[in-house]
C-alpha cells in the first residue's frame, strides 16, 4: 500500500516536472552527479575512485549515495561532495524527509550516473525527479528513466558497473560529428 501511495505521489511530481535533455559527452560535462548503492561498503569505496578520477579531470562531482538499511554506519560521513541517506530519511509513504535528496534531485548536473541495480524506490524517486541534463544508468531501476541504459549482470561489482559506464561514455564522447556532404 504503501508503495502504491508513494508511486502515486511520484507520479503526479513527474508530469509537472519539465526537463531539458542534452549531451555533450562526458569530456566536455562539468559537472556530474553521481546516485548509487552505498549498502555495501565495497560499491562506496569504488565509486570513491571514480570521484577522485573525475575531480582530477576538473569536473565538478557529487555524490548521493543510498544505504538500503534503517540507518546509516558512521563510516559514512557527508561533506560537501558526498552525501549518504538510508530509510529513515524517507517517511511512510517513500518521499523523502532529508534536504539532501531534493537538493540532489535538484542540481542540474550535465551527466547523473545512477549506479544501482536493484530497483530501490528511494533511487528511483531521485533518478525521476532529477533535472540532470543527461541521465545514465544500470538495468533493473527502471529503463524509462534513463536516456542511456546499460545492461550488466547485477551480481558483477560496482567496478565493473563503473568501468563499463564509463567506457561507453567515453565512446560517446569520442564520436565525431557526421560531415555534411554539400552538393
Known amino acids: 500500500m504503501k508503495q502504491m501511495i508513494g508511486n502515486y505521489l511520484l507520479n503526479r511530481k513527474l508530469l509537472k516536472l519539465?526537463?531539458?535533455k542534452a549531451f555533450n559527452g562526458i569530456n566536455k560535462a562539468k559537472s556530474i552527479g553521481i546516485?548509487?548503492?552505498a549498502t555495501k561498503y565495497d560499491s562506496y569505496k569504488a565509486v570513491k575512485s571514480l570521484v577522485k578520477e573525475l575531480?582530477?579531470?576538473n569536473k565538478n562531482v557529487k555524490a548521493l549515495g543510498y544505504v538500503n538499511n534503517k540507518k546509516k554506519d558512521d563510516q559514512y560521513l557527508s561533506?560537501?561532495?558526498w552525501q549518504f541517506v538510508c530509510k529513515k530519511d524517507f517517511n511512510w509513504i517513500n518521499q523523502p524527509t532529508d534536504s539532501s535528496v531534493d537538493?540532489?534531485?535538484n542540481e542540474s548536473f550535465d551527466i547523473l550516473i545512477v549506479l544501482a541495480v536493484d530497483p530501490y524506490f528511494p533511487i528511483r524517486y531521485i533518478s525521476s525527479l532529477s533535472k540532470s541534463l543527461f541521465r545514465v544508468g544500470l538495468n533493473g531501476v527502471e529503463d524509462s528513466i534513463f536516456d542511456m541504459v546499460l545492461q550488466v549482470k547485477p551480481n558483477?561489482?560496482?567496478e565493473h558497473h563503473i568501468s563499463v559506464t564509463m567506457q561507453y561514455l567515453k565512446m560517446i564522447s569520442n564520436q565525431k560529428e557526421p560531415e555534411l556532404e554539400l552538393a
Open 103 to 105: 537538493s540532489f534531485a
Open 18 to 20: 519539465k526537463q531539458t
Open 55 to 57: 575531480t582530477a579531470n
Open 79 to 81: 561533506d560537501k561532495i
Open 156 to 158: 558483477e561489482s560496482m
Open 35 to 37: 546516485l548509487f548503492d
